[in-house]
C-alpha cells in the first residue's frame, strides 16, 4: 500500500453540503493507497474565498470550485491554463512548490469525453474535423455554460447557439466565444425549442428552469442531450429525449469526468477510475 505525509484538499462553494465531489476522491484516495490524503466539503461565500485560500498552509494540495466561485478561482490564481483563461471559470486550484496557485477548468476536458462517449462525432479540434463541424445548442448563460463553449470548440464545431433568458447573458458570453474562434448565434429563451435541431443540446440551467421544453421539443435523429443536472434525475427533458431513443448524458457523468483530471493533478497519480465511479453511483442511488 503507497502511502504518503498528510495532504488535504477540498470542494468549495456555496451551498455545498450537497456536494458529491468528496465521495469521489476519497474513494479515489483509498483505491490509490493514498492514505495521508484527505478531502473535505467547505461552504465558501465568493467574498470569503481570497482570505480563504490565503490561509491555506502548505498540506494543501489541491481545491475544487464550484458555484458561485469559478470566476474568483480564476482571478486569485497566479497561472492557468489557455482553455480556462478562454473560458473565463476556472473549478481547480492546484497548489503550485512557490505557494501560488495553478487553475484549471477540468469541466472543459471532462464535457468533451461524456459527449464523446454518448457518439457525438470524434474530432481533436476543428483542424482535424473532416465531416461537417457539429451543430452544438447550449441552454444557459452561466459559468458551465462558458465550459460547454469550449468544450463545443474543442468537438470542432463552428457555431454555437446559445439559448438565454436574458439577452446580456448571451452578450456576457460574446467575448468568450471570441477567445475560442466560435461564432455565437443567440437565441431567447421563448424560442429554446427551435434550437434543438443540433447535435448536441447542452442544457446548463437550474433545476426546474428547462422543463417545460420536454413538451414542446422535437428531438432529432442523432441528437446527443447533456443535462448538467444530476437531482432529480431523469430531469423531464433527459425523460424526454431518451423517450425519443437519443443518447442522454448527466451530470454525475461530468462530475466523474472532471473529477478524474483534478485527482490526478492534486496527487500526480493515476485515478482508480473504476472505484471512484463505484462510489460516486452508490451514493447517487442512496441520496
Known amino acids: 500500500m503507497q502511502t504518503t505525509s498528510s495532504r488535504r484538499a477540498a470542494v468549495l462553494g456555496k451551498p455545498i453540503a450537497h456536494s458529491l465531489s468528496p465521495v469521489i476522491h476519497r474513494a479515489g484516495f ?6 495521508g490524503w484527505s478531502y473535505e466539503a467547505i461552504e465558501c461565500a465568493e467574498s470569503e474565498l481570497p482570505d480563504l485560500v490565503a490561509g491555506f498552509g502548505p498540506e494543501w494540495a489541491g481545491l475544487s470550485l464550484t458555484m458561485p466561485l469559478k470566476e ?38 471532462g464535457m468533451v469525453r461524456v459527449l464523446r462517449e454518448a457518439g457525438l462525432g470524434v474530432s481533436t479540434g476543428r483542424h482535424a474535423v473532416k465531416e461537417a463541424p457539429p ?42 466565444a471570441g477567445a475560442l474562434g466560435l461564432k455565437l448565434e443567440g437565441a431567447d429563451w421563448a424560442d429554446a425549442p427551435a434550437a434543438f435541431d443540433a447535435q448536441a443540446v447542452i442544457s446548463t440551467v437550474p433545476k426546474g428552469a428547462a422543463d417545460h421544453l420536454a413538451a414542446d421539443v422535437t428531438w432529432h435523429p442523432g441528437t446527443v442531450l447533456f443535462d448538467a443536472l444530476y437531482d432529480p434525475w431523469p430531469t423531464p427533458l433527459a425523460a424526454s429525449a431518451t423517450a425519443a431513443g437519443l443518447a442522454v448524458v448527466s451530470g454525475l457523468d461530468l462530475l466523474l469526468a472532471q473529477a478524474l483530471s483534478q485527482f490526478e493533478q492534486f496527487t500526480g497519480t493515476q485515478a ?16
Open 72 to 109: 474568483a478561482a480564476l482571478k486569485l490564481a497566479t497561472s492557468a491554463t489557455p482553455a480556462a483563461i478562454a473560458a473565463g471559470v476556472a473549478n481547480t486550484l492546484v497548489r503550485q512548490p512557490d505557494g501560488g496557485w495553478h487553475a484549471d477548468n477540468t469541466d472543459i476536458p
Open 135 to 176: 451543430r452544438v445548442t447550449v441552454l444557459g448563460g452561466g459559468g458551465t455554460a462558458r465550459a460547454a463553449l469550449a468544450a463545443a470548440a474543442e468537438l470542432g464545431a463552428e457555431v454555437v447557439t446559445v439559448v438565454t433568458r436574458r439577452p446580456e447573458a448571451r452578450a456576457e458570453l460574446e467575448p468568450v
Open 30 to 35: 483509498a483505491a490509490a493507497g493514498l492514505t
Open 272 to 287: 482508480p477510475e473504476d472505484a471512484m465511479r463505484t462510489a460516486l453511483d452508490e451514493a447517487a442511488r442512496n441520496r
